[in-house]
């Protein structure tokens, strides 16, 4: 394909995407160009009042657009369950983003469950959030599922022993494993569904300045990270660009890992990435989903 562009996503009309995360930073872009294509858009978040100002955002960069916007906090299974639980009953979803993330955060923390906050929200709220909305995606005719991981993933400090920190905790060590979770999970989601018109995919979007660096262990860091942002990091825009092309175009499959075109991520086409070593093995995938299973108390048959 030549140069592949946000221009180049097919009418959308029709579709309902639904973005977790959807109030900021490469959620809330993914939400503006689909919208602008088409697309109805779903928000959920865990502020309502953010989501409202990021609905008005959407409809102001394509006024024709229906943009909704659900609470949903990932950091509470209660709240997953009645969100996803209310979403199955009456809606379809064509493309689901598990989009949110939260990074670096400098001391173990624990969701409502007692999970370890960044694993916990990352990748645990998400699964238990995809086992419970699945009636609403398997409405679809051709549901893509759409989760975005980080190079961080490829990290040797994300190995998915010890998956709740309880031995040792290092914030960007939680970070790592949570984003190698969102590859494992993936590509074991693509297997269990292998031969139906449901598609997995899993992307990293490189580095772009949002929420997400909010977080620092101290002054230093955030000096840093802000003056680094200025230097190396991209735009919100150019970082949602592998979750469109993952999400609308025809040439990708499921199962595949896909990247930015390149460091500036707006110069090219996106393309597949490495995997982490063995983020592809089976028995790492099983593993994984019967863990996520046990911690979150909810069983995830994903049968087409
Ligand atoms: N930016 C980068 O350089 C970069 C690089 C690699 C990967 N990523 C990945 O990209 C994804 C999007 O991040 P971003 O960069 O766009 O950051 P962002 O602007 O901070 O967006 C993160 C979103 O996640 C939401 N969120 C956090 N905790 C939540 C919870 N408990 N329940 C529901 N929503 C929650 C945030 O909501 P609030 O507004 O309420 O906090 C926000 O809408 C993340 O998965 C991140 O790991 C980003």
Do not use: C
């Not at 693509?190 to 997400?212: D, F, N, Q």
């Not at 230097?231 to 660009?241: F, V």
Request: glycine share 8%; proline share 5%; hydrophobic share 40%.
């Amino acid at each position: 394909m030549n140069h592949w562009t946000p221009e180049n996503i097919p009418d959308q009309t029709g579709r309902t995407a639904l973005i977790t995360g959807g109030n900021s930073g490469i959620g809330l872009e993914t939400a503006r160009v689909l919208a602008r294509h088409g697309a109805r858009v779903i928000l959920a978040g865990r502020n309502q009042a953010r989501l409202d100002e990021a609905a008005d955002a959407v409809r102001a960069a394509a006024p024709e657009a229906q943009a909704d916007t659900f609470v949903l906090d990932l950091a509470d299974l209660s709240s997953v369950r009645d969100a996803a639980v209310r979403i199955a009953e009456t809606e379809t979803i064509d493309l689901l983003f598990n989009n949110a993330g939260v990074m670096n955060l400098p001391e173990r923390q624990t969701t409502r469950d007692g999970l370890e906050m960044t694993v916990g929200t990352n990748h645990l709220g998400h699964f238990a959030f995809n086992a419970q909305v699945w009636p609403a995606v398997n409405r679809s005719a051709a549901p893509r599922v759409i989760s975005v991981s980080a190079d961080a993933a490829r990290w040797p400090i994300g190995k998915l022993d010890d998956l709740m920190s309880e031995k040792n905790y290092r914030a960007m060590g939680a970070y790592a494993k949570s984003k190698r979770a969102n590859i494992v999970y993936t590509l074991e989601l693509a297997r269990r569904t292998a031969g139906s018109r449901i598609e997995a995919l899993v992307i990293h979007p490189g580095a772009a300045m949002t929420g997400l660096q909010q977080h620092g262990t101290g002054a230093l860091s955030r000096i840093v990270t802000s003056i680094s942002a200025r230097l190396i990091m991209g735009s919100a825009s150019g970082a949602a660009r592998p979750s469109l092309y993952a999400a609308t175009s025809p040439q990708v499959r499921s199962g595949q890992f896909i990247g930015p075109a390149g460091r500036d991520q707006t110069s090219g086409t996106p393309k597949f990435a490495r995997l982490p070593k063995g983020a592809d093995d089976q028995a790492e995938g099983e593993r994984l989903w019967a863990a996520s299973e046990q911690l979150t108390g909810v069983t995830f048959t994903p049968e087409p």
